[in-house]
């Protein structure tokens, strides 16, 4: 039997009956639903993702990882 007590229900009436259905059948939402994405294309990018902050990071100078520093502390602070 699935440990209920930490689980919180949704407030909504609907989202309730669907997730007291889903508990009762006790499906499981396991398989990723198919998205048509190449596997091959998204591990390309993510390859290409993991190291692109690190090399841009390596081509910057000193005063240029300043200057980008700077700014983003400027626009942090300005959100407030």
Sequence with gaps: M????RKRRPADLNSL????VGDAT???KAEPADDGKDPAAVAL?????????KARAA???A???????R??????????
């Design 45 to 53: 990018g993510r390859r290409g993702g993991l190291k692109g902050g």
């Design 2 to 5: 699935p440990d209920r007590s």
């Design 26 to 28: 006790d499906e499981d």
């Design 59 to 61: 081509k910057l100078t």
């Design 17 to 20: 009956a669907a997730s007291i």
């Design 63 to 69: 005063e240029q990882r300043s200057e980008i520093a």
């Design 71 to 80: 700014k983003a502390a400027a626009a942090r602070w300005a959100k407030r």
